[in-house]
């Protein structure tokens, strides 16, 4: 028997045994003496054995009350009251006595069993090393085995041999005293010297069974003791370090990982998510990283091996998702419109990137997998941005009034109708969003996004000034001259004021001024400006085609055919300039700048002029004509009316058009005097008195212009 360090002693098991038996009996033998009272002067207490298990108060009483008078049931109260408190006295002086003998009893119990299992551990490990014996014995009948030096055995290995045999044991006792460094150090003295001692190594293999479960058991000790969120950092190292003696490296990184992440998670949760998300993704930011990289250093320090560190990164990665995740639910979870929400999303990224370095000081270099995920998220908000602007755009040019208002852009007068300023300003919006949120591998094609959805503007303005039923532009039949000049102003304030900011910032800014992107929306300049020109040819030669269909393409032969001699312009070339023409440029320049409105109006000039001067309907002359296709009245009345368009039109006449006039005054001039062989008999002067005279009487550009 092992000797335990307490001084055992020599007794009789049995013997006592039967000592403390027959003292505890009488004891309680003792205890249950009757209680002597004196109840003699009462014969009815007397008569009541209170003792009995046949006991019943409810007869007592009953047996109280038969015998119902005053006298009798106060002494019956008086004597069990007396009883209670001699009975009281007897049990403490029975407690006081017996104390001494209680404690003796149990202290010889708890001794007795103490040598019990001194003894049965005694047993079993005599047990244990006949049951070797008989497997070494079978060993080492094998032929081919050499044990024995001279035919013996020496003592030393035979020591190590019994020793070796007895391990499994010795390591459940020091595994239940939870002596795992002792545990251990012995597995591995005896793995040294079986490679040392051949004979060790064969007896060895008798116990290896026994002994591998030992070692499983006591891994799963040491497993549990490690899934433990609260271990400490000192146990967490001696815990591993035993885990990686036993050869449970690989089961010991795995464990410590997901200890620290169920760790990590824990501290997450008591975070509280509040309204200031940039406080929460910082203290989120700073759990998730300042976890990764404490237990980069823990698991360098515990787990040396390089093999090993693989198992780390994949963790490491993996914890950064789950972060890449939740940070995807905060940030893009909500609905991101306006440049104020994405400054937030690009501000709580930084914020994370800065808590990431970190990790880049230790040589950890994994954040690229947050900002991918990064990019495609924000690369999906902006793209749902672009396309619910684009959206809202068409929806609200479906809706227009084409109502132009006065707005302010950086101190910038604009009029802009209700669509135009959502346009400017979503388009102004986009581009500071790209500024200061989007990374620089993103511009490019959010640029691309960005010139697409103007481009669809342009389209939708076109189509909202004309239609291409039949081929051939002409203006919508509900829009009105004043609705178009809005539509023109909302052109021009994209293309020529709003595209040279965004190019100029494009220029300024690193971030913007990559790849291709300083290109794109410089030809999106270019472009928008010509859609702008475009659109303003489109108007004046649908309008001018509506102006000549509606009034000069009708019996005009006849009226310059006549002989009578004309008394003032023709009624259409007059409603041209105090009708039209002044009612536009009214309407114009509370919407258009001066110079804008003139060109307008000049281009309309011009196509109407044009198409007098040179078109088919009217004067274009053939000099094979036997007739003349003016009469005398007729010739005067054409040049009265060239002569009044030229004059009235002000500063709106292009030289073109001035020189049109003029020739076709001499052409026809020139034809008619050729035809009738007459001149014309009116001097300048008639011509000039008879256009002043219209000009003062009706509404004159000269008033604008």
């Not at 007592?60 to 069990?80: I, K, Q």
């Not at 003696?245 to 824990?266: D, P």
């Not at 002067?685 to 212009?705: A, H, M, T």
Request: glycine residues 4%; aromatic residues 10%.
């Amino acid at each position: 028997m092992k000797n335990t360090g307490r001084i055992v002693r020599k007794i009789n098991p049995l013997n006592f045994i039967g000592e403390v038996g027959e003292s505890i009996t009488n004891a309680f033998k003792e205890r249950n003496k009757p209680i002597q009272l004196d109840i003699a002067h009462n014969t009815f207490l007397a008569e009541t054995d209170f003792y009995s298990e046949t006991f019943d108060h409810s007869d007592f009483v009953d047996g109280v009350f038969e015998r119902a008078n005053l006298p009798t049931v106060h002494d019956v109260l008086e004597s069990v009251v007396q009883l209670k408190l001699d009975t009281q006295q007897m049990l403490e002086w029975t407690v006081q006595q017996k104390y001494t003998n209680f404690i003796q009893a149990s202290n010889a119990i708890s001794n007795m069993e103490e040598d019990m299992l001194e003894l049965r551990n005694y047993f079993t490990e005599i047990n244990a090393i006949l049951k070797g014996m008989d497997k070494l014995h079978l060993n080492l009948d094998g032929p081919s085995t050499l044990l024995r030096m001279d035919g013996k055995l020496d003592h030393e290995t035979q020591t190590a041999i019994q020793e070796l045999l007895e391990l499994p044991y010795e390591i459940d006792i020091l595994t239940s005293e939870r002596l795992f460094d002792k545990a251990i150090g012995m597995i591995e003295k005896h793995d040294e010297l079986a490679q040392k001692l051949p004979q060790l190594a064969i007896a060895k293999q008798s116990i290896k069974e026994d002994l591998s479960i030992r070692i499983s058991k006591m891994a799963e000790i040491l497993i549990d003791d490690l899934q433990n969120p609260a271990i400490k950092k000192s146990e967490c190292d001696h815990v591993i370090s035993y885990l990686i003696r036993l050869g449970y490296s690989s089961k010991a990184s795995q464990v410590f990982l997901h200890t620290r992440s169920i760790q990590i998670n824990n501290d997450v949760r008591k975070l509280t998510e509040t309204f200031d998300l940039k406080s929460y993704i910082s203290e989120h930011s700073r759990i998730i990283f300042n976890g990764i990289s404490s237990t980069c250093d823990d698991y360098t320090a515990w787990f040396p091996d390089e093999k090993m560190l693989s198992g780390f990164s994949v963790w490491a990665v993996h914890e950064l998702q789950n972060f890449s995740l939740t940070f995807q639910r905060l940030a893009f979870g909500r609905d991101i419109r306006d440049l104020d929400s994405f400054i937030v999303v690009r501000q709580c990224f930084d914020i994370a990137q800065a808590h990431s370095k970190l990790l880049e000081d230790k040589g950890l270099s994994i954040f690229f997998y947050l900002k991918q995920q990064f990019h495609r998220d924000l690369r999906i908000s902006l793209k749902q941005m672009f396309n619910r602007n684009k959206g809202l755009m068409v929806s609200m040019i479906g809706e227009e009034t084409w109502d132009s208002k006065p707005v302010t852009d950086d101190e910038v007068r604009l009029t802009l109708t209700g669509s135009g300023s959502f346009v400017y300003f979503n388009i102004k919006q986009s581009v500071s969003v790209l500024s200061k949120v989007a990374v620089r591998e993103l511009v490019p094609t959010m640029t691309s996004k960005l010139v697409q959805q103007l481009n669809e503007y342009y389209i939708e303005l076109t189509l909202a000034v004309c239609n291409y039923d039949d081929e051939t532009p002409k203006l919508n039949a509900h829009i009105k001259d004043v609705q178009v000049l809005a539509i023109i102003s909302d052109a021009y304030s994209i293309s020529h004021q709003l595209l040279s900011k965004v190019v100029e910032e494009y220029d300024r800014e690193d971030k913007l001024n990559i790849g291709d992107s300083v290109k794109l929306v410089t030809d999106m300049r270019t472009k928008a400006k010509n859609e702008y020109k475009n659109l303003i040819s489109l108007y004046c030669r649908c309008r001018a085609d509506g102006i000549l269909a509606r009034k000069f393409y009708r019996n005009n032969t006849k009226l310059y055919g006549k002989d009578e001699q004309p008394k003032e312009p023709s009624d259409n070339f007059s409603k041209l300039i105090s009708k039209f023409l002044y009612q536009l440029a009214s309407d114009g320049l509370k919407i258009l700048k001066r110079k804008l409105m003139i060109s307008i109006i000049t281009e309309i000039l011009d196509h109407i002029i044009i198409s007098l001067t040179e078109g088919d309907e009217f004067w274009k002359f053939d000099e094979t004509d036997e007739e003349c296709r003016f009469g005398e009245g007729g010739i005067i009345q054409y040049i009265l009316d060239m002569k009044f368009i030229a004059s009235a039109s002000e500063n709106c006449l292009s030289e073109q058009s001035e020189q049109l006039i003029k020739d076709t005054i001499n052409r026809a001039t020139t034809y008619y005097e050729t035809k009738t062989g007459q001149k014309i008999n009116c001097e300048e002067r008639w011509y000039d008195r008879r256009i002043k005279n219209e000009k003062f009487q009706g509404d004159s550009l000269s008033e604008f212009f």
